[in-house]
């Protein structure tokens, strides 16, 4: 059995930064070997892709509406992985779910095999 647990969600005005990060765990689960990313879903909208980062941490991938605001990372020792979110708009109000995928995180999230539950996001005055 797998967890992803995501924190760091919350009420940010626009133009701040915040950090999330999704720790993983189970009994059977190496992260080292997994893919990692982030998706999102704003209300009324489908979940999209954010953000993803290959096992070693050597390839990287953002969506072009977080490119060069949000930054990817991961700890294999600490089993984390984490997105620093910076110059925040009300836009990126959505909850924001991390992914693991044995093979790849695809932007259509077709090969994810672990989802966590999500934390909120809120980017308002």
Do not use: H
């Not at 009324?44 to 892709?49: A, M, T």
């Amino acid at each position: 059995q797998v967890q992803l647990v995501e924190s760091g969600g919350g009420l940010v005005q626009p133009g701040g930064s915040l950090r999330l990060s999704c720790a993983a765990s189970g009994r059977t689960f190496t992260f080292s070997t997994y893919a990692m990313g982030w998706f999102r879903q704003a209300p009324g909208k489908v979940r999209g892709f954010v953000a993803r980062i290959s096992w070693s941490g050597g390839t990287i991938y953002y969506a072009d509406s977080v490119r060069g605001r949000f930054i990817i990372s991961r700890d294999n020792a600490k089993n984390t992985v984490n997105l620093e979110m910076n110059s925040l708009k009300p836009e990126d109000t959505a909850v924001y779910y991390c992914a693991a995928a044995k093979v790849a995180v695809t932007t259509d999230a077709s090969g994810i095999d672990y989802w966590g539950k999500g934390t909120l996001v809120t980017v308002s005055p």
